[in-house]
């Protein structure tokens, strides 16, 4: 669950029906006291007698549903000493009903991914699953029951305001969070945009649980709502299952309260400074922009995308390229009122903060005055825009969550009519809205200054979603693909795999996708323990990291526009023991995509100043991390665990060394570590998408089969490794939120028989941060945490028996309760190791498996990403089928055999790192 953050250069994405479906959907019946809206993109409206509004998206060829339901109502909406009440409530909201006594065992026990989210103008639930009609039922009748059902008890707000502090606490760690909230706050003057979503914490800690109730039973109603579900669905069947649902659920007879708050026009110039401990020095500026009905907004995101992309923007050209700066961006927020513009730019601790201030106010307020926006940089930016519309449409269930904005906003039809609106933008509309609302008086950074004619940003009234949707139609609808089943067998059916030269094995498997998508994976390998045996870490991840800043033929703009053009996302990297490609393409662009990808793997330029400032930026990074909770605790774990000599590739350097390390790292290193080991002609190459096989082989063989790796390749082997339990504490002054980590070795690898049943301990212990035996104690029960868990790491290798495996456990919490999180950790360890597991545990946490590895089978991403480990292991996807018949077999006996044999709770090592001085002093 997540709060409202500053949006930086957010896009939403569009997503239609296939026209092949929508021409033969005959328009359903409809359920009595039902009406219909209006239809767009594949998208159709129906009305409920007690007003719900309801979206169905329907599209056959994914296997997936998907149900979000939206309240037109988030932080704005909260009255005095209510700040953090909507979202509060939206954790409240799990905590069950009469009927549904426990939603996140519910959800976990079928299958469901499920979460929600809190913005100023909406709240939202969501949850995707396989395909199936009585699990969808059961969700509409779940969302239904907890509209108006919802227990919001006072023993349920007592630990999950606790929970919900824990979040708070975990934001203020973050300097760039902690200021965009002071920055907010600084920007308004009477509108509740001012207050974070988060809340203040002294409302948080002292709500009365009788006005959580009262602004529950205000808001949660039908006539407030917005139902969406999208993927595979029959529409008027899913349109009775909705009118079964929701059709008892009254529409109350009192009004909803209406708000009328206009912020007043900003009158000069306002300032805000935060002064804590940390190693990032960051610039923000924001300035006051319409709604986002107002026509103006298209051209504002236009004109923030000139200016904060990267790198092609203005700001990254003068300020990162210039040496003054780590890192630059900008972005709207895009909501139903007027919002904010918002500019920052990231520095090392020793920057010269007053050149960074005085350059970025230049750039924002005169330069593009001076040195207007061109239309060429209004064309890339539009086509940057248009290409992550175009991206999205190929996920048809992502639109449930795409319409959540829009439906805030005041129609869901906004959602199309933004994409055209930034379309339409031209030049002078660019340089129009700079001059109107970039200047001083409009401007939260800083400083009074008095003047006889002050110049003031009038914010133009957002007109209502109808006025502006009045004729518009929207576009054609995107075709879709074929209905792919994508069990193990069929993947493995439909698949071709075959040897290039000695030792370039491809899988290829091509299948008809919604909007011609293409995903590409490739991992080439290189090296071995002695060639690479006093080698620099650094020198291989940089080498990795400068592929993409430049070749001899394209500058690391043109690159950036190259891919655009191509309507290709992704790109190349690389590290210790190989290079990557991944790219998510169409099919009539993947092979000129692929080339693109080759030459730069073959032909980095290395350029100076790209690598000073890739270097800039890793410093400033690490040394930012050098005083955070999470990075030092987990430094000293890898520390402790590590059983690798100095010098040995898979050495562990701490913060200080790598830090040290790539202080000294010469620009000739990694030069010479891509010309001693790069090479192509060994790995493996996955295809999956809308691609023709035989001319993918062709393209394979052409770009990567005869360049070899000067350094054979040869796996480094790992091994089990019996660790001495530790338990270390770790200050970290002026941090309000502590990290908790805890590990113990085995021998485990992920062929071996005891894997499976110890995947599904795992799972039980600290599978779910709400539903596991973790999450229900340290969570649910004593409120210590917003985030624990567990996960089970296994080692695998295409030769002999790695076995370097083990069990990691992580937790959030404020530094006066690590010792009590600790504490469950332990105890909860125990006694699954003592007791064992049960039979219900045991069949939920099978079945919440099995869903999981049946959803990842349904992306392509995924599907690529097991293709390729089949490859190098040497497998077929009869591994993967094999493994869901082992789970699917496990009875309590053999889950608890192996956690005996594997788990002993006395080698557990645990690591704290936070403000324990602070606390204990409290």
């Known amino acids: 669950m997540s709060r409202n953050q500053i949006r930086i250069l957010a896009l939403a994405c569009a997503f239609a029906l296939s026209p092949a479906f929508a021409a033969t959907a005959a328009a359903p019946a409809l359920p009595k006291g039902a009406s219909a809206g209006p239809c767009m993109e594949g998208i159709c409206e129906y009305r409920l007698a007690n007003g719900l509004r309801v979206l169905l998206f329907p599209d056959a060829s994914r296997p997936t549903v998907t149900v979000n339901i939206t309240y037109g109502v988030g932080s704005a909406y909260e009255g005095y000493g209510e700040t953090g009440m909507a979202h509060l409530l939206e954790h409240m909201m799990f905590k069950g009903t009469p009927t549904h006594t426990d939603i996140p065992a519910e959800m976990k026990k079928r299958g469901v991914a499920y979460n929600a989210t809190t913005s100023l103008d909406r709240t939202n639930y969501f949850g995707s699953f396989p395909a199936d009609d009585a699990t969808l039922d059961w969700m509409l009748g779940l969302e239904a029951d907890r509209m108006v059902h919802s227990n919001v008890a006072r023993k349920d707000l007592d630990s999950e305001m606790t929970v919900v502090r824990n979040e708070m606490e975990r934001n203020d760690n973050n300097p760039g969070s902690a200021l965009s909230e002071r920055l907010r706050a600084a920007a308004y003057q009477w509108h509740n945009y001012g207050h974070n979503t988060i809340g203040a914490r002294s409302d948080v800690e002292k709500v009365p649980i009788e006005r959580l109730q009262a602004f529950y039973h205000s808001w949660y109603r039908p006539d407030n709502a917005t139902l969406v579900v999208a993927g595979h669905i029959d529409p008027a069947r899913t349109l009775v299952q909705v009118a079964k649902a929701f059709g008892a659920v009254a529409k109350p007879a009192r009004p909803m309260p209406a708000f009328y708050t206009v912020e007043p026009t900003q009158d000069g110039e306002h300032e805000v400074t935060v002064r804590r401990r940390g190693d990032v020095r960051i610039e923000m500026l924001a300035y006051h922009v319409p709604g986002a009905t107002q026509a103006d907004s298209a051209a504002l995101d236009v004109l923030l995308d000139v200016l904060g992309d990267t790198p092609t923007g203005r700001l990254h050209k003068a300020l990162v390229e210039g040496k003054l700066a780590a890192g630059v961006g900008a972005g709207t927020d895009g909501l139903r009122d007027a919002g904010l513009a918002t500019f920052y730019v990231a520095a090392p601790k020793d920057g010269d903060s007053a050149k960074i201030e005085s350059e970025l106010l230049r750039l924002v307020e005169q330069d593009v005055v001076q040195h207007p926006i061109t239309a060429d940089e209004v064309a890339q930016s539009k086509q940057r825009f248009a290409n992550a519309f175009e991206k999205n449409q190929s996920d048809v269930n992502a639109v449930a969550m795409g319409l959540t904005g829009a439906v805030a906003d005041g129609d869901w039809r906004l959602f199309f009519l933004d994409r055209d609106r930034v379309a339409a933008v031209t030049v002078d509309d660019v340089n129009r809205v700079a001059r109107a609302y970039l200047k001083p008086s409009n401007r939260t950074l800083g400083r009074f200054v008095p003047t006889d004619a002050p110049d003031r940003a009038e914010i133009p009234a957002a007109p209502d979603a109808a006025s502006v949707l009045k004729g518009y139609t929207g576009r054609a609808a995107v075709a879709a693909g074929e209905a792919f089943d994508p069990t193990p067998q069929n993947i493995q059916a439909r ?181 001693r080991f790069y090479g192509t002609s060994v790995g493996e190459i996955t295809v999956v998408g809308d691609f023709d096989a035989k001319a993918m082989r062709k393209e394979i063989e052409t770009l990567f089969a005869n360049w070899k790796a000067p350094t054979p390749y040869s796996p480094i082997g790992t091994h089990f490794t019996d660790v001495s339990p530790e338990r270390r504490q770790i200050e970290t002054p002026d941090k309000s939120s502590a990290v908790v980590l805890a590990r113990l070795n085995t021998s485990l690898n992920d062929a071996d028989a005891d894997y499976p049943a110890l995947a599904v301990a795992s799972y039980i212990l600290g599978g779910s941060s709400m539903s596991s035996r973790l999450g229900e104690r340290i969570r649910g029960k004593e409120g210590l945490s917003y985030g624990v868990g567990s996960s089970l790491s296994a080692d695998s290798s295409p030769t002999g028996r790695d076995d370097a495996g083990s069990l990691n456990i992580q937790a959030i919490a404020a530094p006066q309760n690590a010792a009590k999180v600790e504490t469950a950790m332990r105890e909860e360890l125990a006694r699954l190791v003592t007791g064992g597991v049960t039979e219900a545990e045991l069949h939920d946490a099978v079945a919440g498996l099995l869903t999981q590895r049946k959803q990842a089978r349904a992306s392509d991403g995924s599907v690529a990403g097991m293709l390729g480990g089949n490859l190098y292991l040497g497998r077929t996807m009869d591994f993967q089928a094999k493994f869901d018949a082992r789970l699917a077999a496990l009875t309590v006996a053999d889950v608890n055999a192996a956690l005996r044999k594997h788990f002993d709770p006395a080698k557990l090592s645990v690591y704290a790192a936070g403000d324990f001085t602070k606390a204990a002093a409290k």
């Open 495 to 675: 698949t071709e795999t075959f040897t290039i030269g000695d030792g370039l094995k491809v899988a290829l498997l091509p299948k008809d996708n919604r909007g011609d998508t293409v995903v590409v994976s490739a991992n080439f390998r290189f090296g071995n323990v002695a060639a690479l045996t006093g080698d620099p870490d650094m020198a291989a991840s940089l080498a990795g990291a400068m592929l993409m800043r430049g070749s001899k033929t394209l500058t690391r703009e043109q690159i950036a526009q190259r891919f655009e053009a191509l309507h290709t996302q992704g790109g190349v990297g690389g590290g210790l023991q190989g290079a990557t490609i991944a790219l998510n393409s169409k099919r009539d662009n993947v092979a000129d995509a692929l080339a693109l990808a080759a030459s730069l793997l073959r032909e980095p330029a290395f350029n100076e100043a790209e690598f000073e400032q890739l270097r800039l930026q890793a410093i400033t990074g690490m040394q930012a991390n050098a005083k955070e909770p999470a990075p030092l605790a987990g430094d000293a774990l890898a520390t402790h665990f590590d059983p690798w000599p100095a010098g040995h590739p898979l050495h562990h350097d701490s913060i200080d060394a790598s830090l040290a390390q790539i202080k000294a790292l010469k620009l000739d290193d990694v030069r010479n570590f891509h010309q």
